[in-house]
Antibody
Framework: QVQLQESGPGLVKPSETLSLTCTVS????????WTWIRQPPGKTLEWIGY???????NYNPSCKSRVTISVDTSKNQFSLRLSSVTAADTAVYYC??????????WGQGSLVTVSS | EIVLTQSPGTLSLSPGERATLSCRAS???????LAWYQQKPGQAPRLLIY???NRATGIPERFSGSGSGTDFTLTISRLEPEDFAVYYC????????FGQGTKVEIK
Protein backbone atom coordinates (compact mmCIF):
# COMPACT_ATOMS: atom_id res chain seq x y z
CA GLN A 1 0.00 0.00 0.00
CA VAL A 2 1.56 3.26 -1.15
CA GLN A 3 1.35 6.05 1.44
CA LEU A 4 2.61 9.61 1.44
CA GLN A 5 2.88 11.87 4.48
CA GLU A 6 3.64 15.58 4.50
CA SER A 7 5.47 17.16 7.41
CA GLY A 8 6.66 20.64 8.26
CA PRO A 9 5.73 23.86 10.05
CA GLY A 10 2.11 24.93 9.92
CA LEU A 11 2.93 28.61 10.33
CA VAL A 12 5.45 30.64 8.36
CA LYS A 13 6.15 34.37 8.58
CA PRO A 14 5.85 36.61 5.52
CA SER A 15 9.07 36.88 3.47
CA GLU A 16 10.43 33.67 4.99
CA THR A 17 10.83 30.24 3.38
CA LEU A 18 8.21 27.50 3.53
CA SER A 19 9.70 24.00 3.86
CA LEU A 20 7.81 20.72 3.66
CA THR A 21 8.90 17.10 3.39
CA CYS A 22 6.99 14.18 1.97
CA THR A 23 7.83 10.70 3.25
CA VAL A 24 6.91 7.84 0.94
CA SER A 25 6.21 4.30 2.12
CA UNK A 26 5.18 1.25 0.14
CA UNK A 27 7.06 2.38 -2.96
CA UNK A 28 10.54 3.52 -3.90
CA UNK A 29 11.26 7.13 -4.74
CA UNK A 30 13.37 5.86 -7.64
CA UNK A 31 10.36 4.33 -9.39
CA UNK A 32 8.39 7.45 -10.24
CA UNK A 33 8.09 11.20 -10.48
CA TRP A 34 6.87 13.01 -7.35
CA THR A 35 4.83 16.17 -7.22
CA TRP A 36 3.73 19.02 -4.97
CA ILE A 37 0.26 20.53 -5.34
CA ARG A 38 -1.41 23.21 -3.24
CA GLN A 39 -4.96 24.36 -2.62
CA PRO A 40 -5.73 27.77 -1.08
CA PRO A 41 -8.79 27.74 1.19
CA GLY A 42 -11.97 27.47 -0.89
CA LYS A 43 -10.08 27.44 -4.19
CA THR A 44 -8.99 24.98 -6.82
CA LEU A 45 -5.80 22.94 -7.00
CA GLU A 46 -2.53 24.38 -8.26
CA TRP A 47 0.37 22.21 -9.39
CA ILE A 48 3.68 23.51 -8.01
CA GLY A 49 6.24 21.18 -9.55
CA TYR A 50 7.64 17.67 -9.81
CA UNK A 51 10.94 15.88 -9.36
CA UNK A 52 12.38 12.62 -10.66
CA UNK A 53 14.78 10.65 -8.47
CA UNK A 54 17.54 11.56 -10.91
CA UNK A 55 17.06 15.17 -9.84
CA UNK A 56 15.25 16.33 -12.96
CA UNK A 57 12.59 18.90 -12.11
CA ASN A 58 9.77 20.87 -13.74
CA TYR A 59 8.07 23.81 -12.06
CA ASN A 60 4.91 25.81 -12.61
CA PRO A 61 5.97 29.10 -14.27
CA SER A 62 3.77 31.00 -11.81
CA CYS A 63 6.14 30.28 -8.90
CA LYS A 64 9.24 28.90 -10.62
CA SER A 65 11.52 31.66 -9.36
CA ARG A 66 10.71 30.83 -5.72
CA VAL A 67 10.45 27.02 -5.76
CA THR A 68 12.99 24.28 -5.16
CA ILE A 69 12.03 20.61 -5.03
CA SER A 70 14.67 18.11 -3.95
CA VAL A 71 14.83 14.38 -3.33
CA ASP A 72 16.58 12.21 -0.74
CA THR A 73 16.57 8.63 -2.00
CA SER A 74 18.28 7.31 1.15
CA LYS A 75 15.28 8.44 3.23
CA ASN A 76 12.67 7.84 0.50
CA GLN A 77 11.64 11.48 0.84
CA PHE A 78 11.25 14.53 -1.31
CA SER A 79 10.98 18.13 -0.20
CA LEU A 80 9.55 21.51 -1.15
CA ARG A 81 11.04 24.92 -0.45
CA LEU A 82 9.10 28.06 -1.35
CA SER A 83 10.89 31.32 -0.65
CA SER A 84 9.66 34.86 0.02
CA VAL A 85 6.19 33.72 1.01
CA THR A 86 3.18 36.02 1.32
CA ALA A 87 -0.38 35.52 2.54
CA ALA A 88 -1.24 34.30 -0.98
CA ASP A 89 0.85 31.20 -0.29
CA THR A 90 -1.47 30.12 2.53
CA ALA A 91 -2.84 26.76 1.40
CA VAL A 92 -3.10 23.06 2.02
CA TYR A 93 0.00 21.53 0.47
CA TYR A 94 -0.24 18.01 -0.94
CA CYS A 95 2.46 15.66 -2.12
CA UNK A 96 1.52 13.07 -4.71
CA UNK A 97 2.92 10.30 -6.87
CA UNK A 98 3.15 11.38 -10.48
CA UNK A 99 3.42 8.96 -13.40
CA UNK A 100 3.76 11.69 -15.99
CA UNK A 101 0.07 12.21 -16.72
CA UNK A 102 -1.84 11.76 -13.47
CA UNK A 103 -1.54 11.73 -9.68
CA UNK A 104 -2.58 8.35 -8.32
CA UNK A 105 -1.52 8.53 -4.67
CA TRP A 106 -1.78 11.62 -2.48
CA GLY A 107 -0.75 12.60 1.00
CA GLN A 108 -3.43 13.79 3.40
CA GLY A 109 -2.32 17.40 3.02
CA SER A 110 -0.60 19.91 5.29
CA LEU A 111 -2.10 23.32 6.00
CA VAL A 112 0.49 26.07 5.91
CA THR A 113 -0.54 29.53 7.03
CA VAL A 114 1.57 32.58 6.22
CA SER A 115 1.15 35.15 8.97
CA SER A 116 3.24 37.27 11.27
CA GLU B 1 -0.84 27.59 -20.40
CA ILE B 2 -3.89 25.47 -21.12
CA VAL B 3 -6.89 26.76 -19.16
CA LEU B 4 -9.57 24.26 -18.18
CA THR B 5 -13.12 25.58 -17.70
CA GLN B 6 -15.56 23.33 -15.88
CA SER B 7 -19.32 23.63 -16.03
CA PRO B 8 -21.61 23.93 -14.33
CA GLY B 9 -20.11 25.39 -11.19
CA THR B 10 -22.70 23.60 -9.07
CA LEU B 11 -24.94 20.69 -9.97
CA SER B 12 -27.94 20.04 -7.71
CA LEU B 13 -29.24 16.50 -8.11
CA SER B 14 -30.95 13.74 -6.17
CA PRO B 15 -29.52 10.30 -5.41
CA GLY B 16 -30.18 7.97 -8.31
CA GLU B 17 -30.02 10.73 -10.91
CA ARG B 18 -27.44 11.03 -13.68
CA ALA B 19 -24.69 13.66 -13.41
CA THR B 20 -22.94 15.09 -16.44
CA LEU B 21 -19.91 17.32 -15.81
CA SER B 22 -18.11 19.24 -18.53
CA CYS B 23 -14.46 20.26 -18.86
CA ARG B 24 -13.46 22.50 -21.76
CA ALA B 25 -9.83 23.26 -22.62
CA SER B 26 -8.52 26.50 -24.12
CA UNK B 27 -6.39 24.43 -26.53
CA UNK B 28 -6.47 20.83 -27.65
CA UNK B 29 -5.40 18.31 -25.00
CA UNK B 30 -4.12 14.86 -25.81
CA UNK B 31 -6.65 12.37 -24.48
CA UNK B 32 -3.91 10.50 -22.66
CA UNK B 33 -3.31 13.61 -20.60
CA LEU B 34 -6.79 14.32 -19.22
CA ALA B 35 -7.78 13.11 -15.75
CA TRP B 36 -10.65 13.59 -13.30
CA TYR B 37 -10.52 13.70 -9.50
CA GLN B 38 -13.10 13.66 -6.70
CA GLN B 39 -12.57 15.65 -3.52
CA LYS B 40 -14.62 15.51 -0.35
CA PRO B 41 -14.36 18.12 2.44
CA GLY B 42 -11.18 17.82 4.44
CA GLN B 43 -9.77 15.09 2.20
CA ALA B 44 -7.18 14.87 -0.51
CA PRO B 45 -8.41 14.49 -4.09
CA ARG B 46 -8.90 10.94 -5.35
CA LEU B 47 -8.10 9.88 -8.90
CA LEU B 48 -11.22 8.70 -10.74
CA ILE B 49 -10.45 8.73 -14.47
CA TYR B 50 -7.22 8.98 -16.45
CA UNK B 51 -6.53 9.01 -20.17
CA UNK B 52 -9.95 10.68 -20.56
CA UNK B 53 -11.86 7.40 -20.23
CA ASN B 54 -9.97 4.89 -18.07
CA ARG B 55 -11.24 4.22 -14.57
CA ALA B 56 -8.59 4.18 -11.88
CA THR B 57 -8.19 1.15 -9.65
CA GLY B 58 -11.21 0.56 -7.43
CA ILE B 59 -13.44 3.17 -9.06
CA PRO B 60 -17.05 1.98 -9.55
CA GLU B 61 -18.41 1.44 -13.05
CA ARG B 62 -21.00 4.22 -12.58
CA PHE B 63 -18.16 6.67 -13.22
CA SER B 64 -17.22 7.13 -16.86
CA GLY B 65 -15.21 9.64 -18.86
CA SER B 66 -15.31 10.62 -22.50
CA GLY B 67 -14.22 13.29 -24.92
CA SER B 68 -11.28 14.47 -26.96
CA GLY B 69 -9.57 17.61 -28.18
CA THR B 70 -11.02 20.47 -26.15
CA ASP B 71 -14.22 18.91 -24.76
CA PHE B 72 -14.31 16.25 -22.06
CA THR B 73 -17.12 14.85 -19.93
CA LEU B 74 -17.38 12.99 -16.65
CA THR B 75 -20.61 11.07 -16.20
CA ILE B 76 -21.94 9.48 -13.03
CA SER B 77 -24.71 7.18 -14.19
CA ARG B 78 -26.65 6.94 -10.92
CA LEU B 79 -25.61 9.12 -8.01
CA GLU B 80 -24.92 7.37 -4.74
CA PRO B 81 -24.91 9.33 -1.44
CA GLU B 82 -21.10 9.13 -1.30
CA ASP B 83 -20.76 10.77 -4.74
CA PHE B 84 -21.74 14.24 -3.56
CA ALA B 85 -18.43 16.07 -3.69
CA VAL B 86 -16.33 18.43 -5.81
CA TYR B 87 -14.90 17.15 -9.09
CA TYR B 88 -11.82 18.51 -10.87
CA CYS B 89 -10.45 17.88 -14.32
CA UNK B 90 -6.68 18.07 -14.88
CA UNK B 91 -4.46 18.13 -17.94
CA UNK B 92 -0.78 17.82 -18.70
CA UNK B 93 0.72 19.90 -21.49
CA UNK B 94 4.09 21.45 -20.74
CA UNK B 95 2.89 21.53 -17.16
CA UNK B 96 -0.20 20.49 -15.22
CA UNK B 97 -3.32 22.60 -14.77
CA PHE B 98 -6.66 21.95 -13.05
CA GLY B 99 -10.16 23.21 -13.70
CA GLN B 100 -11.94 25.29 -11.09
CA GLY B 101 -14.16 22.39 -10.06
CA THR B 102 -17.81 21.35 -10.19
CA LYS B 103 -19.64 20.81 -6.93
CA VAL B 104 -22.26 18.07 -7.02
CA GLU B 105 -24.70 18.75 -4.21
CA ILE B 106 -27.80 17.04 -2.92
CA LYS B 107 -30.99 18.63 -4.23
Amino acid sequence: QVQLQESGPGLVKPSETLSLTCTVSGDLISNHYWTWIRQPPGKTLEWIGYIHYSGSTNYNPSCKSRVTISVDTSKNQFSLRLSSVTAADTAVYYCARDDGIKFDYWGQGSLVTVSS
Amino acid sequence: EIVLTQSPGTLSLSPGERATLSCRASRSVGSAFLAWYQQKPGQAPRLLIYGASNRATGIPERFSGSGSGTDFTLTISRLEPEDFAVYYCQQYGSFYTFGQGTKVEIK
